[in-house]
């Protein structure tokens, strides 16, 4: 009987898309891939062969001289395989020829199916190749696993260059919404307060946003993903901005609420201290042996407590816990994992086997490495039984936590967040324009 190798991972890039006509939209690659390898370039595939012996391979575009006075510079395979650590890199013309070869003798084929069905009929194509060479004694792989797990999990724990990056990506996107406050004003539109987010990670050398930017003033705050942008800001509303820039391919993701006025009203303090006190009781839970859901129940208690005490519901904590009557204000998580995507990779719950049929694993136990948004906000939108003064305030503050062995540290502490600190950053801005 042949020897059957320990399996084999095939990693594609993302595909390039088609904006119109002979446009592509500006090409991301895939992160899973970019964080094996590290390469920037479309029409890319990593192959891990885990047999011996092992093997590391890449297939990427070739040299093209043409080419490249129209698109800009190729690494080529040769180049690529030195640059990038890479044992073996070969043109991408070869896929079709040299992955069935790969993939005999093999027990299992390690890939994200479903993610582009035209890469799915290439693979099982080569599958089919090799499941033709049976009477030869080939042995086709058997097991299918989805590679994405497993670098789901080794994505979760950041090392220190990782740290060192999203850190300064926290920088850049505090500094552009210190831009943004300062420079808000009635009147002006919420896309050119986006533009002034937009210059700023740009200027501090960001590749852009990490996400769609979400400017909301008065009433568009309570759409948790408003991305129109486009409406006028009035005097007296409240301007929400979740925003945050990508910086070699890893996220920061903040968001803070404040008045366009320079001042909040009293009704509108009241809720913002709310939600500034659930975030702080959020991230003292942010410590490792926690429980991911801690924060997120640490923050749902005084969120409740303090919708009771403003007449928003009615009834005991325990009640309006119990019953979940909360989440007509509150209809979110209190964070989530962050990395290369902005919704970052990794379970949430334990990845346990051998649980009792019906059992719930339990929560993802936060580590030291860990990185998550802390995020509780309130979200009052005009219903019968609700004092109409807090109708059409949303308010959410976000912050990045990376777990550390003592506790957390919050990377983007740059930007202002009680009242006194807004509003004084605030009076700042208007006494320079004067």
Known sequence: MRQRGGGVALVPTAPEMTRNADNTFPFRYDSNFFYLTGFPEPEALLVLVASEPAQTVLFCRSKHPEREIWDGFRYGPADAASAFGIERALPIEELDSELPRLLCDQSTVYYGWGAVPEFDQRVQRWLDRVRAQGRSGVVTPAGLFDVRTLIGEMRLIKDSSELDTMRKAAQISAAAHIRAIE?????????????????????????????????????????????????????????????????????????????????????????????????????????????????????????????????????????????????????????????????DVGQYREPVAGLAEGAERPWRTLEPGMVLTVEPGLYV?????????????????????VVTPEGCEVITEGVPKSIDEIEKLMQQRARSRV
């Open 381 to 401: 939108r005009p219903c019968e039984g609700v004092p109409e003064r807090f109708w059409n305030l949303g308010i959410r503050i976000e912050d990045d936590v």
């Open 183 to 343: 420079a808000t004003r009635p009147g002006r539109k919420e896309y050119e307060i986006e533009a002034e987010i937009i210059a700023e990670f740009r200027r501090r050398g960001a590749q852009g946003p990490a996400y769609g930017s979400i400017v909301a003033g008065g009433a568009n705050a309570c759409v948790l993903h408003y991305v129109q942008n486009d409406k006028p800001l009035h005097d007296g509303d409240l301007l929400l901005i979740d925003a945050g820039c990508e910086l070699d391919g890893y996220a920061s993701d903040i968001t803070r609420t404040f008045p366009i006025s320079g001042r909040f009203t009293s009704d509108q303090g009241a809720l913002y201290e709310i939600v500034l006190a659930a975030q702080a009781a959020a991230i003292a839970a942010t410590r490792p042996g926690a429980r991911w859901n801690e924060g997120h129940s640490a923050a749902i208690a005084v969120l409740a407590q303090g919708m009771l005490d403003l007449g928003l519901l009615q009834g005991s904590l325990a009640e309006v816990i119990e019953s979940g009557s909360y989440r007509k204000f509150y209809m979110h998580q209190t964070g989530h994992w962050l990395g290369l995507d902005v919704h």
